[in-house]
């Protein structure tokens, strides 16, 4: 266990140990803990979700994608790949970077000035050898989170509006920034809110048992609060 500062351990004394928070407390908690730490930067923050599923059998990975009714607090750097006349669309949508063949040569030389790469199905040929560089950093495109498209006008649209990927890791937990400390409560309740119920939606129907074993909220470098995670069992 790493020691901790003195004003993490400070901001710690401020919640009550062993209690779970109610989403509203929860967001009042987390932000006066912030606030307690002194960043000099505006924290994220982070829904931390344990799930009951074992991410083994394929048909309990729990993943989708959502849009975030307020955002994320920053626009996102987003890079579509693609050719023809789907370049115009791409560019007329906001993308900020847009290419082809050019584009994958750029990423394979180390190129990760970006936080969202798009595709067209027609590029994937290309695209699909970019595994090992964009699929540790979760950029890889899937036609599964939308990120594998015709509709790159859409795609780009979302992207930039606060879409964020949820995916439950090998140890059954999905964490997902959902704003900023500076958001007022309410936007931030919300953002939370919506990831809530889209996981809660996604229960896979082989799942047994508890399916929302825990979940925490957090700013990026402050103490977590519990939530009663009995609220979102269904």
Do not use: C
């Not at 020691?3 to 989403?23: D, F, P, S």
């Not at 967001?27 to 799930?51: G, I, N, P, Q, Y």
């Not at 729990?62 to 750097?77: E, F």
Request: without cysteine; aromatic residues 4%.
């Amino acid at each position: 266990m790493p020691k901790r500062g003195k004003k993490y351990r400070a901001a710690l004394e401020k919640i009550e140990e062993g209690r779970k928070y109610t989403l509203e407390e929860g967001v009042s908690k987390v932000k006066e803990v912030s606030a307690a730490t002194a960043r000099k930067f505006d924290e994220t923050v982070e829904l931390t979700m344990w799930l009951g599923v074992d991410p083994r059998k394929a048909d309990q990975l729990v993943r989708g994608t959502i849009v975030l009714p307020h955002g994320l607090g920053k626009s996102k750097r987003v890079l579509v790949i693609t050719q023809g006349d789907k370049v115009r669309e791409a560019e007329e949508a906001g993308a900020d970077f847009v290419g082809g063949a050019e584009m994958v040569e750029r990423i394979k030389g180390g190129w990760l000035d970006y936080d969202a790469v798009i595709a067209t199905p027609d590029m994937m040929r290309l695209v699909g050898g970019l595994g090992k560089v964009l699929g540790p950093r979760g950029l890889m495109p899937n036609p599964k989170t939308g990120t594998v498209t015709n509709d790159v006008r859409t795609a780009v649209a979302e992207t930039k509006a606060g879409k964020v990927e949820y995916r439950v890791d090998k140890t059954g937990v999905i964490h997902v920034g959902i704003g900023k400390v500076s958001f007022d409560d309410q936007k931030i309740r919300e953002n939370a809110q919506t990831l809530l119920d889209a996981v809660v939606r996604a229960k896979p129907s082989t799942a047994k048992g508890k399916y929302v074993r825990k979940v925490n909220l957090a700013a990026t470098m402050s103490p977590g609060v519990l939530l009663d995670e009995t609220a979102y069992v269904k």
